[in-house]
Nanobody, 121 residues
Framework: VQLVESGGRLVQAGGSLRLSCAAS????????RGWFRQAPGKEREFVAN????????SYADSVKGRFTISRDHALNTVYLQMNSLKPEDTAVYYC???????????????WGQGTQVTVSS
């Protein structure tokens, strides 16, 4: 397994969670890490990404101001800090790695298995 997510759980609306994505040595040659999510019956959608070297970030409009993506070079880990959570944030959250920083899932080569985030109202 190249990417392993953790941190998903049940949380009340307005609460916070931090997701982690640990990468193996096989993803060292990728430049971008991203987070996507997929709710039941919906397409997988972009959440955020970060340039591994420079730290530039991008966010979906739906999470701007509430979510923050960051990385730790030493641990080869990416984080997604999620604040002010809403029921519509409920989804399986996937970590991804690729060469091009974009918002399309086919731009990413490596994927984790996902972690469930459930926000109750």
């Amino acid at each position: 397994v190249q990417l392993v997510e953790s941190g998903g759980r049940l949380v009340q609306a307005g609460g916070s969670l931090r997701l982690s994505c640990a990468a193996s040595a096989r993803t060292f040659n990728t430049n971008v890490r991203g987070w996507f999510r997929q709710a039941p019956g919906k397409e997988r959608e972009f959440v955020a990404n970060i340039d591994w070297r420079g730290g530039s970030t991008s966010y979906a409009d739906s999470v701007k101001g509430r979510f923050t993506i960051s990385r730790d070079h030493a641990l080869n880990t990416v984080y997604l800090q999620m604040n002010s959570l809403k029921p519509e944030d409920t989804a399986v959250y996937y970590c991804a790695a690729g060469q091009i920083r974009g918002s399309y899932s086919d731009q990413y080569v490596h994927w984790g298995q996902g972690t469930q985030v459930t926000v109750s109202s």
